[in-house]
C-alpha cells in the first residue's frame, strides 16, 4: 500500500514534535506489518478517550501502510445502561446488573457480529477496546487472525461478581493491554502494559499564542498578571477539590496575590457530580479569587489556553487512573503537583518534573516552593515537557502497538530477531 | 573491514501477574520467576516510559527504596553491575544471594503498601535490521546522532548480555579495527550506561566519536602512532 502525500504530510508533522528518528523507527518497524489487516473495534465514533486515541492512531497506522480500519458496534439504550454499569463495576462500585440488560448486553453484541463478521473474520489483527464489544469474539468461531483485548479502565477493584461475569467472553482473546500493571488482572494470555498517550496536533495540545491564553482568562475573570493555579477535572470526590482548595488557602497565606481556577465538565447527567460542585462552591464562598468552571463543556481550545494561562497545575487526585490531564500539562511545559496515586507516579518525579503530594498540606508546600523560586517553574516545565515527549506522545503508543503485532505475529518468543 | 550493521529494537512489556509486598515475597518469587524478568527489570526500564534521571539503575533497588524504605537494600541491590555476570542465572543468583543476607541481618518485616507492591514484568524484544551499514569508523559521527534509541539500546545495552564478553557493539567494532582505534574504544567504555536516558547516552556517544573520530582528530591519533611505531 502507498501512503497517500496527505498522509505523508501527518508523519512529518509528528516528527516535527516527536523528532525524526522516531518517525523512520516507526516507518522501519510498519516495513515488518506492510499490508497487515488491523481492524479496531469500539462502542463510539466520538467522545471519551477511546475515540480520541483511535481518530489519530488509524490514520498514522494507515500512513505507515498497514491495512487499518475501524468498526463502531451499535447498540441500544439497555446496552448502554449495561456498559455503563460495567464501567462503575469494574472500577470498583458494588451494583449488581440486572440479567435483562446483560441479556441486552449478548443480543447487541450478536446482531453486531452478524454485521461485522466478514471484516473481522478477514483481519489479521482485531482489536476490541473496553468490555462493549468483548463478546464479539465468541462469535466469530472461524476467526483466521490475532484478537487483542485492549482494556483501557483500571481493573485492579473489581466488583467481582461483574468481572466473574465479563471475564468468560476474554478467555479465548490471544492477548489483552492493560495501560498499567496496577490495572491488570490475571489472564490465561499474555497481558502487554502500554500506557496510554496524547495527540501532540490536536487543539488541545497544539502550541498555543499566548495572546489567545490570556484573553481566555480575562473572559474568566481570571486575572493574567497575578499567579495562577489551575485543576481540571471532572467534579468528583476522587478528585479532591476540597482538598485543593485547602492547599490553595494555606499558600494564599504566604503569597495573598494567588488564585485558583477548578474547572470540569458538566455534571447534569452526574447527580454524586452535582453534589461535589455544591460543597465546592460553598466551601469557595466569599472568596473572588476562587473560579469555579463548571457549566456546560469546554472547548479543547479553551481547556489548552487554560493549561498555557496557568503558572502551577494541580491534580491532587485521591484515586487516578493514568491521569492524561498531568501529561497535556506537562506538555504545555507546566509544572505538575500531583497526587501520589495510579498512573501519575509514572509521571511526576519530585523537582524533575513535577511534585507528588499526599496532603493539601504537601501540596501548599510545593505551591509556595515553586512560587518562591520562580525560576523552577520553567526548569521543572522545560524538563516535564521532554519527558512527554520522549514517552507519552502517540508515536510511542503506536510503536508499543506495532511491536505487539510483531510479537504476535512471530509466535511470542522472548526474542524476535527479524531481517 | 567488516562493516557495522546498524539494527533497531523495540520492546513490548508483559505483566507476568506476580508481585511481593515484602523482601521475603521478592526473594521467593526471584527463585523462579522467568529469567526474562531479570532482564525486563535491569536493562528494560531503559526503553519504557520513566524517568530516566533515576536514583538507582534496577527496578528492585528503585522499589526496596519507594516500596519498602529499605535504603541499605536499595544500595546493595543498586551496585549489582549485571554485565558482570555470565547470564540471567548467574545474575538471579547474585540477587537472591544478596536479599538473603539482607534478610538475615534485619529483625523486622517491612511491608510495601497495597497499591506500591512490586509487580513482576518481562519483555518481548523485537529486532530488525535498518540495512544501514558503516564501513568506516569516521560514519560514526554522523550515524550515531541520527540512530534511534533503540539502535542505542540494541548496540551499547543490550550487546553486553549478548556478546561473548561484556562489551557494547561500538567497542567491539572498533577494538577489532586496530590499535589506532583503541582510545576511542577506552572513550566509549567511560560512557555510563545506567544512569542516564538512552536519549542522553546517544548524546554522550555522539560526543565521544566527534572528538576521536572526525577527520582532523584522527590524522592526529594517526600521526601518533606512527611516532610511536617509529
Same mark, same amino acid.
Given at each position: 500500500m502507498t501512503a497517500e502525500p496527505s498522509t505523508m504530510g501527518m508523519l512529518d508533522r509528528y516528527a516535527e514534535h516527536a523528532g525524526a528518528d522516531a518517525i523512520e523507527q516507526l516507518r522501519q518497524l510498519a516495513g515488518l506489518l506492510t499490508g497487515l489487516k488491523v481492524v479496531h473495534v469500539n462502542s463510539t465514533r466520538r467522545g471519551g478517550g477511546v475515540a480520541e486515541i483511535l481518530e489519530t492512531m488509524v490514520p498514522l497506522m494507515q500512513a505507515l501502510g498497514l491495512d487499518a480500519s475501524w468498526e463502531v458496534i451499535e447498540g441500544n439504550e439497555d446496552f448502554f445502561a449495561c456498559t455503563k454499569s460495567f464501567h462503575n463495576t469494574l472500577q470498583g462500585k458494588m451494583l449488581d446488573i440486572s440479567p435483562s440488560l446483560l441479556r441486552a448486553y449478548e443480543e447487541v453484541n450478536a446482531a453486531n457480529a452478524e454485521r461485522l463478521r466478514p471484516v473481522l473474520k478477514a483481519a489479521d489483527i482485531v482489536i476490541i477496546h473496553d468490555p462493549q464489544p468483548a463478546p464479539l469474539l465468541s462469535h466469530c468461531p472461524e476467526r483466521r487472525g490475532k484478537w487483542i483485548w485492549r482494556c483501557h479502565i483500571d481493573l485492579s477493584h473489581p466488583y467481582r461478581p461483574v468481572w466473574k461475569y465479563l471475564r468468560r467472553f476474554l478467555l479465548d482473546y490471544d492477548a489483552s493491554i492493560f495501560s498499567l500493571d496496577a490495572f491488570a488482572q490475571p489472564m490465561p494470555h499474555p497481558v502487554y502494559l502500554i500506557p496510554p498517550s496524547i495527540d501532540p496536533l490536536t487543539e488541545k495540545n497544539l502550541p498555543l499564542d499566548p495572546a489567545t491564553a490570556r484573553r481566555v482568562l480575562e473572559e474568566f475573570s481570571i486575572d493574567p498578571e497575578r499567579p495562577v493555579l489551575l485543576q481540571i477535572s471532572r467534579f468528583d470526590r476522587f478528585k479532591d477539590p476540597l482538598g485543593v482548595i485547602q492547599a490553595y488557602r494555606l499558600a494564599k497565606e504566604f503569597v495573598p496575590s494567588l488564585q485558583l481556577v477548578l474547572a470540569g465538565g458538566s455534571a447534569a447527567d452526574d447527580p454524586e457530580g452535582q453534589t461535589v460542585v455544591m460543597d465546592v462552591r460553598e466551601s469557595a464562598e466569599g472568596d473572588p479569587d476562587i473560579h469555579v468552571l463548571s457549566s456546560g463543556h469546554y472547548s479543547d481550545q479553551t481547556i489548552n489556553s487554560l493549561q498555557t494561562g496557568a503558572d502551577i497545575v494541580l491534580q491532587?487526585?485521591?484515586?487516578?487512573? %493514568? *491521569?492524561? @490531564? =498531568?501529561?497535556?500539562? #506537562?506538555?504545555?511545559?507546566?509544572?505538575?503537583? *500531583?497526587? /501520589? @496515586?495510579?498512573?501519575?507516579?509514572?509521571?511526576?518525579? /519530585?523537582?524533575?518534573?513535577?511534585?507528588?503530594? &499526599?496532603?493539601?498540606? *504537601?501540596?501548599?508546600?510545593?505551591?509556595?516552593?515553586?512560587?518562591?523560586?520562580?525560576?523552577?517553574?520553567?526548569?521543572?516545565g522545560e524538563k516535564a515537557r521532554e519527558f512527554v515527549r520522549q514517552n507519552f506522545l502517540r508515536t510511542r503508543h503506536l510503536r508499543e502497538y506495532m511491536t505487539l503485532m510483531v510479537a504476535l505475529t512471530h509466535g511470542n518468543a522472548d526474542r524476535i530477531e527479524l531481517g | 573491514m567488516l562493516d557495522f550493521a546498524i539494527k533497531d529494537c523495540v520492546l513490548a512489556m508483559i505483566a507476568e501477574g506476580r508481585r511481593a509486598q515484602t523482601l521475603r515475597e521478592l526473594r521467593d518469587a526471584l527463585r523462579d520467576i522467568h529469567p526474562g524478568c531479570i532482564y525486563h527489570h535491569f536493562w528494560g526500564t531503559l526503553l519504557r516510559p520513566q524517568f530516566s534521571d533515576r536514583e538507582f539503575n534496577n527496578d528492585? $533497588? @528503585?522499589?526496596?527504596?519507594?516500596?519498602?524504605? +529499605? +535504603?541499605? #537494600?536499595?544500595?546493595?541491590?543498586? =551496585?549489582? +553491575?549485571?554485565?558482570?555476570? =555470565? !547470564?540471567?542465572?548467574?545474575?538471579?543468583?547474585?540477587?537472591?544471594?544478596?536479599? !538473603?543476607?539482607?534478610? &538475615?541481618?534485619?529483625?523486622? =518485616?517491612?511491608?510495601?503498601?497495597? !497499591?506500591?507492591? %512490586?509487580?513482576? $514484568?518481562r519483555s518481548v524484544i523485537v529486532v530488525f535490521d535498518t540495512h544501514k551499514r558503516l564501513s568506516h569508523p569516521q560514519e560514526l559521527v554522523e550515524a550515531v546522532p541520527q540512530m534511534s534509541v533503540g539502535s542505542i539500546f540494541y548496540h551499547f545495552i543490550d550487546a553486553r548480555q549478548r556478546n561473548p564478553v561484556p562489551v557494547d557493539d561500538f567497542s567491539a567494532w572498533l577494538v577489532g579495527l586496530g590499535p589506532e582505534y583503541a582510545a576511542v574504544g577506552e572513550s566509549v567504555a567511560e560512557v555510563d550506561p545506567y544512569f542516564e536516558s538512552l536519549f542522553v547516552i546517544r548524546q554522550r556517544l555522539t560526543e565521544v566519536f566527534s572528538q576521536h573520530l572526525s577527520r582532523p582528530s584522527q590524522e592526529k591519533a594517526s600521526r601518533r602512532l606512527e611516532e610511536q611505531m617509529a
Open positions: 491532587k487526585s485521591l484515586r487516578e487512573g %493514568f *491521569g492524561l @490531564t =498531568v501529561t497535556e500539562a #506537562m506538555w504545555k511545559g507546566k509544572p505538575v503537583i *500531583g497526587g /501520589n @496515586t495510579g498512573g501519575i507516579r509514572l509521571q511526576l518525579v /519530585n523537582h524533575e518534573t513535577g511534585f507528588l503530594v &499526599d496532603t493539601p498540606e *504537601g501540596a501548599a508546600l510545593r505551591i509556595r516552593y515553586l512560587l518562591a523560586e520562580r525560576s523552577r517553574i520553567g526548569q521543572i | 528492585f $533497588a @528503585t522499589w526496596c527504596h519507594h516500596g519498602l524504605h +529499605d +535504603d541499605a #537494600m536499595a544500595e546493595r541491590l543498586a =551496585v549489582i +553491575d549485571p554485565a558482570h555476570f =555470565v !547470564d540471567l542465572e548467574e545474575l538471579r543468583h547474585e540477587l537472591i544471594e544478596v536479599i !538473603d543476607e539482607r534478610l &538475615d541481618e534485619i529483625e523486622t =518485616v517491612l511491608f510495601a503498601r497495597a !497499591d506500591r507492591q %512490586f509487580h513482576f $514484568a
